[in-house]
């Protein structure tokens, strides 16, 4: 790439990386796998594994791309010539096609749910119509095919016009505008009935629940949710000016992406227990209970309306994310055209998104360790891609790339005074590599 652009403001930074960062991750995965894993005991590993993976592993990548404005490929080998740790990129290719694959699956549920709540239909029912209407959905290969394929077309038509700029300003109006709907949707359901069951739930851990499975979990869920492993944010960064702040950056961006989570937990929850839903219902958690949120309050037929249309927007800025790793790799490493490489993306993940959408009903009975293959493609991505490829760059960063342009970069060429600079390199270099590697042995229960 001859020229490449800067982010103007220290807004559009952190805004463009928030955008990628808040999506289905925060509002339909974190509920269902905090209600998957007993709730409380989840929601502390997972706060832990934010601040001590999470962040230094966001502070990694931003390293990585804001010192040499290169894609994840070249930056490494420009850093460190010849160094086998830009494969790296083939870590980040496999887990985007992976995600985008299964996310636009779930994207096009909320496509559909859009759609029945334009028509009036996301009021007026019962929590086992609720059940019901999303089992038929997902039950059914042709709508769950046609939605997909709607929302990979509609994926596809950004990138391909090049206009993803312009639906990033969109969002970052209507991000804000998410948030004081979630805020509204809280304190909505923070009057239901069984309000401090869900808050007993989800903010009193029990951690005799704690299991392999919960920390592994937790682990792939800030991976997920903070965009992380895939050099993402990598590709982000080599956008930012010399003046961006970094650690500050990936502090604000985490906790924002992580309030929105816990939020969603305080309006899913509540109404769990208020609506008798199971906490442990898994992808379809949020599905069936957040319709119910709408119908008994005032306006429904809006909120219902106005929630799915931002939900839309939250999803598109992430999956325009995930597909700009693999068009930036196609076109910056191998010369290939934009047009090619934005169809290329498409074609995988239709193909991809195909076996997800499908897996759910004609291709139900293909399982493998008991997940069906929408389960497997989440889970190889988010719980063992995602943090491989931040144990990779963190070991890069914390180990062999020059020490000295690791604290220019941290601290702006000496222009910032980071005191935090000490703990931050001692958790890039030890704490989070280990942490994961123990993860992961701990899960395989070599350890
Ligand atoms: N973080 C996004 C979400 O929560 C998903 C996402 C976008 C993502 N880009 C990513 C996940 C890169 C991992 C890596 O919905």
Request: glycine content about 8%; charged content about 10%.
């Amino acid at each position: 790439m001859s020229e490449r652009a800067q982010f103007a403001t220290k807004i559009g930074v952190i805004a463009a990386s928030v955008g990628s960062a808040v999506g289905l991750g925060n509002i339909w995965r974190f509920p269902y796998e905090a209600g998957a894993h007993g709730g409380g005991a989840f929601i502390s590993i997972y706060i832990l594994c934010v601040l001590f993976l999470g962040i230094p592993v966001m502070i990694a990548e931003f390293i990585i791309g804001r010192s040499t404005h290169k894609n994840a490929n070249s930056a490494i080998n420009t850093l460190v010539p010849g160094s086998k740790f830009r494969y790296v990129s083939y870590v980040g290719i496999c887990a985007s096609v992976m995600i985008l694959s299964f996310y636009s699956v779930v994207a096009g549920w909320i496509v559909e749910y859009l759609f029945q709540s334009i028509i009036g239909n996301m009021t007026g029912h019962t929590t086992q119509e609720y059940s019901n209407m999303f089992n038929s959905l997902v039950g059914s290969p042709y709508r769950s095919l046609f939605w997909t394929y709607l929302f990979l077309i509609a994926n596809f038509l950004i990138l391909r016009k090049g206009i993803q700029k312009g639906i990033e300003r969109i969002s970052n109006i209507l991000m804000p505008v998410l948030f004081v709907l979630l805020l509204v949707f809280c304190i909505n359901s923070l009057t239901l009935p069984n309000a401090k069951e869900g808050l007993k739930f989800l903010f009193s851990p029990d951690f005799s629940q704690v299991s392999p499975s919960m920390v592994i979990g937790a682990m792939g869920q800030a991976f997920f949710s903070l965009s992380l492993g895939l050099t993402c944010l990598l590709t982000y960064a080599s956008y930012f000016s010399d003046k961006t702040p970094l650690v500050k950056s990936a502090t604000i961006i985490a906790v924002l992406d992580t309030c929105v989570a816990i939020l969603a937990g305080i309006i899913i929850f509540p109404a769990v227990f208020s609506f008798g839903a199971e906490p442990t219902a898994g992808p379809k958690l949020v599905f069936e209970v957040l319709p119910n949120i709408f119908q008994q309050m005032p306006g429904g037929y809006l909120w219902a309306v106005a929630f799915f249309v931002l939900l839309f927007f939250a999803s598109i800025t992430s999956t325009i994310s995930m597909s700009e790793i693999v068009i930036t790799f196609c076109t910056e490493e191998h010369n290939m055209s934009r047009k090619k490489a934005t169809r290329l993306n498409t074609a995988i993940a239709l193909v991809l998104g195909t076996l997800c959408a499908l897996s759910f009903n004609l291709l139900s009975d293909i399982k493998l360790f008991d997940k069906n293959i929408f389960d497997l493609f989440d889970y190889v991505s988010s719980n063992i891609l995602l943090p491989a490829g931040g144990f990779i760059l963190a070991i890069f960063v914390g180990w062999i790339m020059d020490k000295k342009i690791v604290k220019e970069q941290l601290s702006n060429h000496g222009k910032l005074n980071v005191h935090t600079m000490k703990p931050i390199i001692f958790c890039i270099r030890y704490v989070a590599p280990i942490a994961i590697a123990l993860i992961f042995l701990y899960v395989t229960g070599l350890f």
